[in-house]
């Protein structure tokens, strides 16, 4: 039997495609907007690329890339057009500063993240600004106390601790699925408070599609298409939450969602229900793809980096922790650098959007009303203005915190800046260290001959593939 080749062309044929079409048609330079008569504002500088698509291939190939060429050719403040837009780009840590600490109030997260995951996630906190973001932002804090971490970790240990004892090394264990089932389970768990099984399996389900409608490439209502299915799985989401509010509501679960539905500020603030419900509907996606980034590429990295994974599994051997006790992972600093390197290098919320809402100015830079901003959070991070041989996992860059902070207050930046700063930070290192812990105790693992993970682009950068790795159980020799 022969096999026809497909017809339809892969993703790195598309990519090689964009990236030749756009060098044959290069767009004119030009200033996005004029700055107003007698300001000493300058423009901001940019093109368009190939007609409609802008640049929309060109990223596709290499996004960080792309980033930087941007940032030698035109700095920090520079536009580009992509799919019938114009995207002002903000770059490097006083970009981003100027649009985070908003003094002006000129940016929108609303306006700026509704294009983006606007359908999927309205009115999750992210997409709420200024005073009515403030007053949720003041609820929502009631969640995230020390002893209410400590709550969550309580729930999240025993999970952690069956999931790896259920891991069964072999030559190509695939680790990023499992990576995903892992944190998917606890987010049942923990977040909503759900029993392993049918319920749960539904509920991933659910949110699965509904995060995938928001990176839909086709991005309109069509029946069985990526968006609609999104839509619907939306809709299932809001029923499921609220069904289960009552009983949230009458019992004192440790869960985030039970928790939620008891949060009130000292004035007595509290959600409505449909805000406890949107708010999980956000929370989960916020807390559930950025986790499986950094966890599944500090894997990565440890397996290419052996000698640090070594020196981490004798601090996570030598380092008696308590590790059902919130912040028993600070007593391992070694870990703490890995960690935050991997934040670094592979921001796993990579780009974040704004919207002005008036004419303002980033950096000297007028930027007109209605202007659509991104935030480039992963390429600001792999600036070799700020980070020496950026592209290199070297934990050691973080062993001083004197020193980072020295270069810039936000060169280090991954959990954001300003209002909407995350929320979760402390959540997410409790998690992924919490894992990973867990991990070097009682597996050894590497990444095979030659192999380099390919990326793609969900939240941030992310494994294209399963992420193989050989694993092996820890040997007595090396305890
Ligand atoms: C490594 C993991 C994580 C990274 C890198 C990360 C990064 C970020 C960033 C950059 C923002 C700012 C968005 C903006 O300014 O537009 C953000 C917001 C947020 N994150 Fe995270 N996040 C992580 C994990 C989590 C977790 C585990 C949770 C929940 C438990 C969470 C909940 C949130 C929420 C609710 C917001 C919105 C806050 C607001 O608008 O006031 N994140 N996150």
């Keep these: 039997m022969t096999v026809s080749p497909p017809l339809i062309p892969s993703k790195r044929q598309l990519r090689a495609v964009g990236a030749s079409v756009t060098e044959l048609f290069p767009s004119a330079e030009e200033p996005l907007a004029k700055p107003p008569v007698g300001s000493s504002l300058k423009p901001v500088m940019g093109n368009y690329g190939f007609p409609f698509l802008g640049h929309l291939l060109t990223t596709l190939v290499d996004p960080l890339e792309f980033a930087r060429e941007r940032y030698a050719r035109y700095g920090p403040v520079s536009w580009a057009g992509g799919a019938g837009f114009k995207v002002v780009a903000a770059l490097g840590p006083d970009a981003m500063e100027e649009v985070w600490l908003n003094k002006d109030k000129a940016f929108s997260s609303t306006r700026g993240w509704a294009p983006v995951i606007g359908p999927f996630f309205r009115r999750g906190i992210m ?148 805000d406890i419900v949107n708010h999980m509907i956000f929370m989960l996606m916020a807390a559930h793809d950025t986790s499986a980034i950094a966890l599944s590429m500090l894997t990565y990295e440890l397996g290419r980096n052996t000698l640090w994974q070594s020196r981490l599994r004798q601090e996570a051997l030598n380092t008696p922790v308590d590790v059902s006790m919130y912040g028993a992972m600070d007593e391992l600093p070694l870990l703490d650098q890995a960690f935050k390197e991997i934040l670094r290098m592979y921001a796993p919320a990579g780009a974040l959007f704004r919207q002005a809402i008036k004419d303002t100015e980033i950096l000297g830079h007028f930027v007109p009303r209605k202007s659509q901003i991104a935030l480039s959070v992963h390429a600001s991070m792999r600036l070799p203005d700020y980070w020496p041989n950026p592209d290199t996992f070297d934990p050691s860059r973080f062993e001083n915190p004197a020193n980072r902070d020295a270069v810039h207050r936000y060169a280090f930046s991954p959990f954001g800046g300003g209002v909407h700063k995350c929320i979760g930070q402390y959540f997410a290192g409790m998690t992924v260290k919490t894992i990973l812990h867990g991990m070097l105790r009682r597996f050894e693992w590497t990444v095979p001959d030659g192999y380099r993970v390919p990326l793609t682009w969900g939240t941030g950068p992310m494994p294209d593939d399963d992420l193989p790795i050989r694993m092996r159980r820890v040997q007595p020799a090396s305890t």
Excluded: C
């Excluded at 004192?252 to 969602?257: E, K, M, N, V």
């Design 127 to 274: 997409l709420l600004d200024f005073e009515e973001h403030r007053d949720h932002r003041r609820i929502m804090q009631q969640a995230f106390t020390r002893s209410r971490l400590d709550g969550y970790l309580q729930l999240m240990n025993p999970i952690i601790d069956s999931t790896l004892s259920g891991w069964r090394p072999r030559q190509r264990f695939p680790f990023y699925p499992s990576a995903k089932h892992l944190l998917l389970d606890l987010a049942a768990q923990v977040f909503v408070g759900v029993e392993l099984g049918p319920e749960s399996d539904q509920l991933t389900r659910d949110f699965i599609d509904t995060v995938r409608g928001g990176q839909a490439a086709i991005r309109a209502n069509v029946p069985g298409g990526v968006w609609a299915r999104g839509l619907q799985a939306r809709k299932r989401l809001e029923r499921f939450f609220l069904d289960l509010l009552p009983a949230r509501k009458r019992g004192d679960g440790a869960d985030l969602f039970s928790v939620l539905a008891h949060s009130e500020t000292d004035d007595g603030l509290r959600f409505s229900d449909a």
